[in-house]
């Protein structure tokens, strides 16, 4: 059986007084979560450190959304995967669309990323995920094969058993036009079958899968009871302590 991750992604939205009120409801709403079910919360950089005193003890775990590839030095800007963990923070969100598309990030960035996230102990949730223009080209497997090869090119078996996969679809990345479950489970299994190819099928069963894309209160059962479907990266929906408390609901296992 795999762990269910539901991750929030809170995108730059949040200051730190909103950071504030929305995990003080999200702990009021989530007191606890099922064994095999768990719930990461992205902040920005900004409301990490805040956030990591707030969820001491409670049913979340604390993530952030990007990371610098080196350790440290003069990369103005940057932040370090030794500082996220500092934070409180166990998780960190590496090649998200986003940062592929407006900042140029490319898998073998992405690699060397995720890495250093293995290197100091965070679990990476490494994203993958084609265009609307490559899957109506008919070239969504190579896209997905490309990338997720990519990102994961020599990291050994013992670091694989601790990331996370995001599955992504651009297309329906704030868009409210999901992947319907079967389209979802179609590439999940691509997804499995890939890093059972690079390491072995009892790893690639353990690998927590998660989908994104325009997940909401009232999609998110049916996507995550396909078989392939370990969990969810929640954007807007997360934004609101109770959608994301309803999805939260949704995943059992
Ligand atoms: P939406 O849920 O807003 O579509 O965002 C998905 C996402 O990009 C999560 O990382």
Redesign the pocket.
């Known amino acids: 059986m795999r762990t269910m991750i539901i ?1 929030g ?1 809170w ?1 730059m939205y949040k200051d730190l007084t909103e950071t504030r009120d929305l995990i003080l409801a999200l702990k009021a709403a989530t007191p606890s979560l099922p064994d095999r079910v768990q719930s990461v919360v992205c902040p920005p950089f900004t409301s990490l450190a805040l956030a990591g005193e707030l969820l001491k003890g409670s049913a979340f775990q604390l993530g952030a959304q990007n990371m610098s590839q080196h350790d440290e030095g003069a990369y103005t800007g940057e932040v370090s995967a030794k500082m996220i963990k500092a934070t409180g923070a166990s998780f960190v ?1 590496l090649g ?3 940062r592929r598309q407006y900042h140029g990030e490319t898998n073998e960035l992405v690699n060397a990323k995720a890495k250093k996230a293995l290197a100091a102990g965070l679990h990476p949730i490494i ?1 993958v995920g084609e265009t609307l223009d490559e899957r109506e080209k008919g070239v969504m497997v190579q896209v997905i094969t490309t990338q997720t090869k990519g990102v994961l090119a020599g990291i050994p078996a013992h670091d694989m058993a601790n990331c996370v996969v ?1 599955y ?1 679809p651009v297309w ?5 036009r999901t992947a319907t479950p079967q389209q979802a489970q179609e590439v999940h299994q691509l997804i499995r079958k890939l890093i059972a190819q690079q390491y072995d099928w009892a790893l690639a069963e353990r690998i927590t899968i998660q989908y ?5 209160p009232d999609n998110a059962a049916e996507i995550l009871t396909q078989n392939d479907v370990d969990g969810a ?6 934004l609101k302590a109770d959608s994301f408390s309803a999805i939260l609901k949704a995943a059992k296992v």
Do not use: F, P, R, Y
Request: charged share 15%; hydrophobic share 35%.
């Open positions: 991750a992604n995108k969100i998200h669309s986003e994203c995001a992504e329906a990345i704030g868009t409210g994104g894309g325009s997940v909401k990266l929640v954007g807007g929906a997360c």
